[in-house]
């Protein structure tokens, strides 16, 4: 494990536009070997925030993305009773069926404990799970081990992992999980913060079509009834729709004509409401 006085340090990554705060925290959450849970709207960067201290760090990245049917057990092992069952009446594996460790594997959990090499832990949408998920979980990251019941084996974990949490605010998370936690919100990146974002994304961007997108963008996040409001990567995917088209007119686009609203809008609903609000086009 890392000394708490000789932490590594995350600086940013190449296709991650970091403020000052969030680089703090981050740093400060690994210096102190403590999870950090990441709360915003979809489309802030949680996730991606995983991606890029591995990235910078050099660490593999292991993903667990929790389900509301998930059993923490899923995400610590799982033993294979029917590989063991069907080894056993066929006699056809090269396993040696009595032993029941060779019918283990790891959850996702579990393999950033028995990595050889420290890793970056994602838990993605915590709130999805229901709150013994939440807080035996942090219970078993406190103490970097566990039991594998059926072997009679505890697991202890060979580094500590960087361990990133988000949070879509869903489900209100409990009082003794989140005084376990180091804290973070994304907010929503403001024009100048997503011009600088699409600068990484889009190096050559003119300036026009940069001024044109981001003022659509966020005139649209604003429209009343929208349930689901475009983010930074319907905001990417619907400038290198413009950019694809070979009849694409930057002049139609500052008049206020809005082509492509169905890569912006996912819900059938908010396209619809977009539509009748702009006379855009679902193409």
Not at 135 to 154: A, G, K, N, V
Not at 159 to 165: A, E, Q, S, T
Not at 196 to 219: D, Q, T, W
Request: charged letters at 30%.
């Amino acid at each position: 494990m890392n000394p708490i006085n000789e932490p590594a340090r995350f600086q940013g990554a190449a296709k991650y536009v970091l403020d000052e705060e969030l680089a703090k925290i981050v740093n400060v959450s690994i210096a102190l070997e403590m999870p950090l849970l990441l709360k915003g709207e979809p489309g802030t960067g949680k996730t991606m925030l995983a991606h890029a201290i591995a990235e910078s760090l050099a660490m593999p990245l292991i993903v667990l993305n929790v389900k509301s049917s998930m059993k923490l057990l899923d995400a610590l092992y799982q033993y294979d009773t029917l590989t063991r069952l069907n080894d056993s009446r066929f006699g056809d594996s090269k396993r040696e069926v009595s032993n029941i460790e060779e019918y283990i594997r790891m959850g996702k959990i579990g393999q950033a404990f028995v990595s050889d090499c420290r890793t970056v832990l994602l838990i993605d949408e915590i709130d999805k799970a229901d709150t013994d998920f939440q807080d035996d979980m942090l219970d078993i990251l406190d103490q970097m081990q566990f039991d594998i019941i059926e072997i009679d084996r505890t697991v202890t974990a060979r580094n500590r992992p960087v361990i990133i949490i988000t949070s879509n605010a869903k489900k209100d998370l409990s009082d003794p999980f989140l005084g376990r936690c180091n804290f973070h919100h994304i907010a929503f990146p403001d024009p100048e913060m997503m011009r600088m974002i699409l600068n990484v994304h889009f190096p050559k961007l003119s300036e026009g079509l940069a001024k044109a997108c981001l003022a659509a963008f966020y005139r649209l996040r604003e429209f009343r009834g929208i349930e689901k409001k475009p983010a930074t990567r319907e905001l990417i995917n619907w400038i290198r729709a413009l950019q694809a088209d070979p009849d694409f007119d930057l002049r139609s686009l500052e008049k206020g004509n809005l082509p492509y609203l169905g890569v912006l809008f996912k819900k059938s609903v908010d396209l619809d409401l977009a539509i009748q609000q702009t006379g855009g086009s679902r193409r």
